[in-house]
């Protein structure tokens, strides 16, 4: 037997014995949930007995669920939660209470759970909302999960090439754990959403919590014996790899024995149509928290992206070995404002680790510094300064209370075998600072204040951690803001994402991250590709997120198209990223030049529009990297060709009514080509929109405007 519910147009199945979900509908009539009885899922916890830690509590393994259905919402109890188990001698009682309410947004559900432990037993994990058969909306090859920086195909990628060798013999019980927090340095969340769907349909799904209250972590499994997928979230899980035997769950979060436990609320949003349509509630709730959003500079929001110079490499004494000097600088931001870029960080020109914090001697004089500076800043170029002052050397560490030890190094040069920390080489090496240590805290203020004696520098703050204590480092940051960004608009405060985006969306700019090609420093897993984050992009106005780029074609067009803030890194043979010019690399050169122009063009998109990142098209593509942005009467959206061969008789299609209101004089098309000329200009009156491109070359970036026609557009 089965309960219909009716929730926001939702067509929502309980089972009435287990009250699991056995069917979720969204209002255009696709199913994205659909199992049985015994695969049915809400909620799941953890209840490890002295003999037995496996075992399981869970609403499919009870009985005896009560529900009450009103007009709004569901209530679904249990008096006492069923083992997996029943031949362990369990006695306990674990009551649970869950409500599935409308949300005012007119299409969500909000789900809530409290819990009361009346058993002898811990509870060290819970797992709500479970959504057990997901099913694969558009076949294996085109369902997706997403959060803000992850795009995974689950019923392919998921317990596909093993990652280490224990892997294939547990094949058939692994997860995926996608962590929450680490920011843009190696997290996927960015964010607190997440979605499971193709562009037929999905479900997103996103707590209402704020920091400092925890993050979720998601984790999936798809199941051999049903062919579905699991989706379910938790908030003990503050660590994760598989196999390095660490403790993963949060002590402080156990439900003791007597104890409560309530849930976060969340937004549950089944929808037709791709990911941006189920990501807009959690927009606005991010919104909601706009009076705390740092504001970037003008030319941070408005250009394409920012050079970085690295100076010279670790201990360089000798002047004719380092890549810049002080004095090149002018010509580094003369080469940058032809570029359209306005921006300069500088790595390697400052003794990193040490406080206070001193310029090195070797790339010029204080005087040569401040001199150089000045003259950027004529030009209109801001410079920003890398600072490492996270980790300190031993005599730092010490001086400040810390343990003086060499816990974590990043010693790296080209003539190092291998390039980074072989052991015997340690100039870059410290323990991390508890960033509430108040003496180091004035410290750093006070070093940024020399620094600013001598020239009116940025910050880029590498290793952004945010410990807590009774004065922690937004009181630096906030320091700093204070005596350069609000008292001179083109400076900029800058850094290394490390943390959660509700936090660094208050004070950072952009983020200088380490991401290019793929994330190898995190979860070890190759589906995470470093440069996909186009939810996260679509949501989060600060900061703006960075992507290294140096000279390959396709990867600077998609970022450019994505609305990545570019990190043009270029390198000379064998040598560090950041140490040749755009003149080096003449198509680079001449390419960045376009896209800054195309930037200008369409800048209101950029800075304005919903980015709508790979969500707009009628088909999931394999061959094109596309990239959308909504304005409320018109729509632009990117077609790159980013595989090395050309293709032919591309099928291209858009349900214009999925994103603008249905004019009634039709729609007018444009299309451009990489020099922002218009090359076609048609109109049409239908709202599903298909176009054919003959042939698109390797690297090939091709345009489309499409815009609400009026009697006035066909004079």
């Known amino acids: 037997m089965s309960i219909d519910i009716d929730l926001n147009g939702n067509k929502l199945v309980l089972d009435d014995l287990t009250g699991g979900i056995l069917s979720l509908q969204e209002k255009e009539g696709t199913t994205l949930i659909d199992t049985c009885s015994n695969h049915s899922g809400i909620i799941d916890v953890a209840c490890p007995l002295p003999n037995y830690g496996p075992l399981r509590l869970a609403s499919r393994f009870s009985k005896v669920a009560n529900i009450v259905v009103s007009d709004n919402s569901v209530h679904i109890s249990y008096n006492s939660l069923s083992p997996s188990r029943t031949d362990l001698g369990y006695t306990g009682e674990v009551s649970v209470l869950i409500k599935i309410s409308e949300h005012p947004d007119g299409k969500s559900l909000v789900f809530e759970a409290e819990v009361d432990n009346q058993s002898d037993y811990h509870i060290p994990q819970v797992l709500f909302p479970d959504f057990m058969g997901l099913v694969a909306v558009s076949g294996h090859e085109h369902t997706w999960f997403r ?7 689950p019923f392919i990628e998921l317990g596909g090439t093993p990652t280490a060798g224990v892997h294939q013999f547990w094949k058939g019980g692994w997860w995926e ?4 927090g680490k920011g843009w340095w190696g997290g996927t969340t960015l964010g607190r959403w997440s979605h499971f769907g193709s562009l037929r349909a999905g479900l997103g799904v996103f707590d209402e919590s704020w920091y400092p209250d925890p993050e979720h972590a998601v984790l999936l499994r798809v199941y051999e014996s049903t062919g579905k997928c699991r989706m379910c979230f938790s908030r003990e899980m503050q660590n994760w ?3 390095d035997g660490k403790i993963q769950t949060n002590p402080a979060l156990v439900i003791n024995p007597g104890a409560q436990w309530k849930s976060a609320s969340f937004v549950v ?5 791709g990911w941006p349509h189920g990501i807009t509630t959690y927009r606005k709730h991010v919104q909601s928290h706009d009076n705390d959003v740092a504001v970037p500079a003008k030319h941070v929001q408005d250009e394409i992206g920012f050079r970085t110079v690295f100076m010279a490499e670790t201990q360089e004494y000798a002047p004719q070995y380092c890549e810049y000097k002080w004095n090149d600088l002018p010509k580094v931001a003369a080469e940058c404002k032809e570029h359209g870029i306005s921006e300069i960080n500088s790595w390697g020109g400052l003794k990193g680790f040490s406080l206070p914090m001193q310029l090195i001697e070797t790339i010029g004089t204080k005087e040569e510094f401040g001199k150089s500076v000045d003259e950027c800043r004529k030009l209109g170029v801001n410079v920003s300064l890398i600072i490492s002052v996270v980790t300190c050397d031993p005599e730092t560490s010490l001086r400040f209370g810390g343990s003086g030890k060499q816990s974590e190094g990043w ?5 190092l075998i291998p390039a980074m920390n072989p052991g015997y080489f340690t100039s870059l090496a410290g323990d991390p600072m508890d960033t509430c240590n108040q003496a180091w805290q004035d410290a750093v203020l006070e070093s940024i204040d020399s620094l600013r004696e001598i020239a009116p520098i940025s910050i880029c703050w590498d290793q952004l951690f945010f410990s807590k204590g009774q004065r922690d480092l937004t009181y630096v940051i906030r320091e700093i803001l204070k005596k350069t960004c609000e008292k001179d608009p083109l400076c900029t405060f800058s850094a290394e994402s490390f943390t959660w985006l509700e936090m660094e969306s208050r004070y950072v700019h952009y983020t200088w991250n380490w991401r290019s090609d793929s994330i190898f420093l995190c979860d070890d897993t190759s589906h995470r590709t470093a440069d996909y984050a186009a939810p996260a992009l679509s949501v989060w106005k600060a900061p703006r997120l960075n992507l290294n780029v140096e000279t390959d074609r396709i990867r600077i067009i998609k970022g450019f198209t994505d609305n990545f803030y570019l990190n043009f890194m270029m390198r000379k043979p064998d040598k560090i990223w950041g140490s040749a010019n755009f003149h080096d690399y003449p198509e ?18 950029f800075k304005e529009g919903i980015n709508l990142g790979d969500g707009v098209m009628a088909d999931d593509y394999t061959v094109l990297h596309t990239s959308a942005y909504l304005l409320p009467d018109s729509l632009l959206f990117f077609v790159l060709n980013n595989t090395n061969k050309v293709q032919r008789s591309v099928k291209l299609g858009i349900n214009i009514d999925r994103w603008m209101k249905c004019h009634e004089y039709g729609f007018e098309i444009l299309q451009y080509d990489i020099d922002a000329n218009c090359v076609i200009r048609k109109f049409i009156e239908s709202v599903d929109w298909r176009n054919q491109i003959d042939i698109i070359e390797s690297g090939e970036l091709i345009i489309f405007e499409i815009r609400e026609d009026t009697a006035k557009c066909r004079l």
């Open 147 to 153: 959060q803000g920086g992850v795009k995974v195909r």
């Open 177 to 180: 754990c996608f962590l929450p």
């Open 241 to 243: 790899k598989q196999l």
């Open 269 to 273: 949003t089944p929808h037709a149509g």
């Open 411 to 415: 010693n790296y040069h080209t003539q």
């Open 588 to 605: 680079t050169s001449e390419l960045v030049k376009k896209l800054s122009l195309l930037r200008k063009k369409f800048l209101r998109y």
